[in-house]
């Protein structure tokens, strides 16, 4: 069993910077896929990013790509979304998830979530 634990979100004006904290307790969390969603009102939850067990490979929506920094720190057991040059569309409760496959993973393992709200 795998519990996460989401931290770092907030209300940041647009253009701004937040940076989200992912900290897992239980199995080793180097075993596993993390992957970063969000899920604004009315909308289906996206992966916004992921990063493979040892992070020498990422994805990154298109929405995202080039503000966003996804990384992991495997002995800390705490992953973490840097995300720069905000914008009010990137509001949403932002969550962490653990897989075990990569680059498609069966996300399993789920934090409860963090708001982000960026204001124009």
């Known amino acids: 069993q795998v519990q996460l634990v989401e931290s770092g979100g907030g209300l940041v004006q647009a253009g701004g910077s937040l940076r989200l904290s992912c900290a897992a307790s239980?199995?080793?969390?180097?075993?596993?896929?993390m992957g970063w969603f969000r899920q604004a009102p009315g909308k289906e939850r996206e992966l916004v990013s992921s990063i493979n067990f040892n992070a020498d490979s990422t994805y990154y929506a298109g929405s995202v790509e080039g503000r966003f920094t996804i990384s992991r720190d495997n002995a800390k057991n705490t992953g973490y979304l840097q995300m720069d040059s905000l914008k009010p569309e990137d509001t949403a409760v932002y969550y962490c998830a653990l897989g075990r496959f990569w680059p498609a993973s069966d996300f399993h393992y789920w934090g409860q979530g963090t708001q982000v709200t960026v204001s124009s």
């Open positions: 239980g199995r080793a969390f180097s075993m596993y896929v």
